[in-house]
């Protein structure tokens, strides 16, 4: 918040300020989805629509999961909702009991604790180690099971990490569930599109088929499809559990957006080379960046493995000294100070979970990332 206010003043100041905090796509929705959520509109599909979405959008997902994801689901185990955290917030109202556990692996997007907590739920936060790939482990996944587990909450690619569990990874975990037959898992897959080099995406469901029947698969057509403020994700899992999820959301929003609806349905027919392009502009723009990054004296950052974010350690400059006198004590101290000195904003992983490190996004432009990352050498150079 006082990072914000900050901002606020350079800007009123006139002064330059780089953004690396956004987590929204740079680039445009297909051409098609906008065409059709303009000729929604024309053509007067302004009503209310069934609580768990059209069920021509619900068969073309199905489509997508088969197709993309060899998941076998069916039209009536989707549920569409007004984003990807609707679903995750009407799963988490649906099946939580006052002190219920959600183990949630740390870094973590930040909306899980929060929600699990407007529930009345425990996160059970698990720091994953950057020497684990910020991965959960099969072993801290058994060591934190207990008989008030609820869910596993699981999120490849991840935010803030970039990281990008493997087919074995999310099977040897799905092997310590075995023994956990109570517990559900959510599986967040809205950075599906988003994975580099030899970084390869798998559903959790795929991995683990024996999962399914208390797996809640998400995604939506926030991140891959550019279409944040359209609102629209979808979930397919077990039928009991889309049930009472449904039943929240018909005393929540009713439905989601009809024109989002419609804009999402041409979305999934577009054509398989709309995100090509972007893609590989992201992986040169994530590697550059990382490069850039790692080459800073006390910074250390992985290329990236989807997602489109960075998670620099900032180890090495903790206890520097700023030339204002302030002392780099943490994480928070360093985006602070890049705020402050170099208009650079970015994310502390304590919002995360995890410290010290720092989230860049490089869902921006090419020239604005390389300004960044050169005030960022600058500013670190001025630390002693
Ligand atoms: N899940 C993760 C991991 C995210 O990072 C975000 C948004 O930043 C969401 C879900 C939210 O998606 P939606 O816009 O579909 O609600």
């Given at each position: 918040m006082a990072s914000m206010a900050e901002v606020a003043r350079l800007k009123e100041a006139g002064r330059e300020v780089l953004s690396l905090n956004i987590g929204e796509p740079d680039f445009a929705p297909p051409a098609a989805a906008i065409e059709a959520a303009i000729h929604a509109l024309r053509d007067g599909d302004t009503k209310y629509g069934p609580a768990q979405g059209l069920a021509t959008l619900r068969a073309a997902i199905r489509d997508k999961l088969a197709r993309d994801n060899g998941l076998d689901y069916r039209p009536e185990d989707i549920l569409v909702a007004s984003g990807a955290k609707q679903i995750i917030f009407a799963a988490a109202g649906a099946t939580l009991d006052p002190g219920d556990e959600v183990i949630v692996p740390a870094p973590y997007w930040v909306s899980y604790p929060d929600i699990v907590t407007f529930f009345e739920g425990k996160p059970v936060l698990v720091p994953c180690q950057a020497s684990a790939g910020f991965k959960l482990t099969p072993d801290q996944l058994s060591a934190h099971l207990t008989a008030r587990t609820r869910w596993l909450f699981l999120n490849s690619p991840g935010n803030p990490s970039g990281a990008v569990y493997s087919a074995e990874e999310l099977a040897a975990l799905g092997a310590v569930l075995a023994e956990h037959p109570r517990v559900l898992v959510m599986s967040d897959?809205?950075?599906?599109p988003f994975t580099y080099g030899a970084h390869r995406f798998v559903s959790t469901g795929t991995a683990c088929p024996a999962l399914v029947p208390r797996l809640l698969t998400v995604n939506g057509f926030s991140k891959g499809y550019a279409m944040t403020g359209l609102r629209l994700g979808y979930g397919a899992g077990p039928r009991w559990l889309i049930d009472a999820c449904t039943k929240l959301i018909t005393q929540d929003?009713?439905?989601?957006?009809s024109i989002s609806q419609a804009a999402a349905l041409a979305a999934l027919s577009s054509p398989p080379d709309y995100l090509a392009g972007h893609l590989a502009e992201y992986e040169s723009r994530g590697r550059r960046l990382a490069q850039a990054i790692d080459a800073i004296p006390g910074l250390s950052c992985a290329p990236p493995q989807g997602s489109f974010y960075l998670f620099p350690s900032v180890a090495g400059l903790l206890g520097k000294t700023a030339p204002?006198?302030?002392?780099?004590?943490?994480d928070a101290a360093f985006v602070a100070y890049l705020i402050r000195h170099a208009g650079v904003v970015t994310i502390p992983g304590a919002a995360f979970g995890l410290s010290p490190y720092i989230r860049l996004s490089f869902a921006t432009e090419t020239s604005t990332l390389a300004r960044a990352a050169e005030k960022i050498a600058d500013a670190v150079r001025r630390l002693t």
């Open positions: 897959e809205i950075y599906e929003t009713s439905c989601a957006n204002d006198g302030t002392v780099i004590t943490d």
